[in-house]
């Protein structure tokens, strides 16, 4: 059986989920990968694929959200990640989502606004 889980900061993106959630197989939560996953319910080595797509960017320090979304995999399970890379959609992506509360989380110089 696949088991999947959707997460997500937004309550609104999980609402909007739900209807979806009809099979068994899909199960909602919210998690913020910022924190520690076990703490917030999450069992750790669960899952043998994790994917962020767009999300880990807008953390804090990427390091240790990275290290935080590894927890949920097993041995040898697979962290997909999808970001934006290219200068062009880099300044349209930022353009775009930069308005975010959460965009400018980062510490790490690249992620932070410039002066």
């Known amino acids: 059986m696949i088991k999947m889980t959707l997460s ?6 999980y609402k909007a989920m739900e209807p979806a959630g009809s099979a068994e197989q899909m ?8 924190n520690d996953v076990a703490a917030q319910g999450f069992q750790e080595g669960d899952y043998d694929v994790v994917v962020a797509a767009n999300v880990l960017r807008a953390t804090r320090s990427l390091a240790e959200t990275v290290q935080h979304a590894r927890t949920l ?5 697979y962290l997909v990640l999808m970001e ?3 200068d062009s959609l880099a ?3 930022r353009y775009t989502m930069g308005a975010l ?5 980062g510490v790490e110089s690249w992620t932070t606004a410039a002066d």
């Open 8 to 13: 997500s900061l937004l309550e609104t993106v």
């Open 27 to 34: 199960i909602f939560n919210i998690l913020n990968v910022e």
């Open 101 to 105: 509360p959460g965009w400018w989380l």
């Open 73 to 77: 995999l097993k041995t040898g399970g």
């Open 91 to 93: 300044a349209i992506y």
């Open 84 to 86: 934006i890379t290219g």
